[in-house]
Nanobody
């Protein structure tokens, strides 16, 4: 499975962006997640969603970000509202299959200006 993330960009403090991750194969049985990596820092989990629809969010984005998926379109989304400068990072899409295979896509840069 190949993953392609898009939707990043430059936005002002308080703005919104929607990230899109398109998979080349079926994702309906996969655990899906968004990670981010700020310059000089470790990659961290932002939000995840199981195949059953259970979601999990990093404390820093709760109430501002929403993860969703459209299995028919093999697509994962991350709606990001009320963005803050500390959200600036490269955002990556991740998929983990039921067979334990782990897939990463190229990142998309999100920059929030103050």
């Amino acid at each position: 499975v190949q993953l392609q993330a898009s939707g990043g960009g430059l936005v002002q403090d308080g703005g919104s962006l929607r990230l899109v991750c398109t998979a080349s194969g079926r994702i309906n049985n996969s655990y899906m997640a968004w990670y981010r990596q700020a310059q000089g820092k470790q990659r961290q989990l932002v939000a995840s969603m199981t195949s059953g629809g259970t979601t999990n969010y990093a404390d820093s984005v709760k109430g501002r970000f929403t993860i969703s998926r459209d299995n028919a379109k093999n697509t994962l989304y991350l709606q990001m509202n009320n963005l803050k400068p500390e959200d600036t990072a490269e955002y990556y899409c991740n998929a983990q299959s039921i067979f334990g295979l782990n897939y990463w896509g190229k990142g998309t840069q999100v920059t929030v200006s103050s």
